[in-house]
């Protein structure tokens, strides 16, 4: 079994910066795919973005040009840049990989 867990996440103004991070931890036995969802209050969680094992990114078009996956396989971790925030960006952020979920970071974007 492995294990996601998120942080990060936080109150920031609309025009501003987050960097997430996730951290996997437990039986792992290979590199996986990974990804960061997006669930906005009232909503179904959304593929945000989504990075494979050997580097290639792929993103939501609502969040193309102002985040940016990445992982860092030695810590097994990956990361989500979030520049130029909007207030519709908030919402609890999950990390998924190994066919896991993480518990979720809330990002908070005040107008």
């Known amino acids: 079994q492995v294990q996601l867990v998120e942080s990060g996440g936080g109150l920031v103004q609309a025009g501003g910066s987050l960097r997430l991070s996730c951290t996997a931890s437990?039986?792992?036995?290979?590199?996986?795919?990974m990804a960061w969802y997006h669930q906005a209050p009232g909503k179904q969680r959304e593929l945000v973005a989504a990075i494979t094992s050997g580097g290639s990114t792929n993103y939501a078009d609502s969040v193309k040009d102002r985040f940016t996956i990445s992982r860092d396989n030695a810590k097994n971790t990956v990361y989500l840049q979030m520049n130029s925030l909007k207030p519709e960006d908030t919402g609890v952020y999950y990390c998924k990989g190994w066919n896991n979920w993480g518990q979720g970071t809330q990002v908070t974007v005040s107008s």
């Open positions: 437990g039986r792992i036995f290979r590199i996986s795919s």
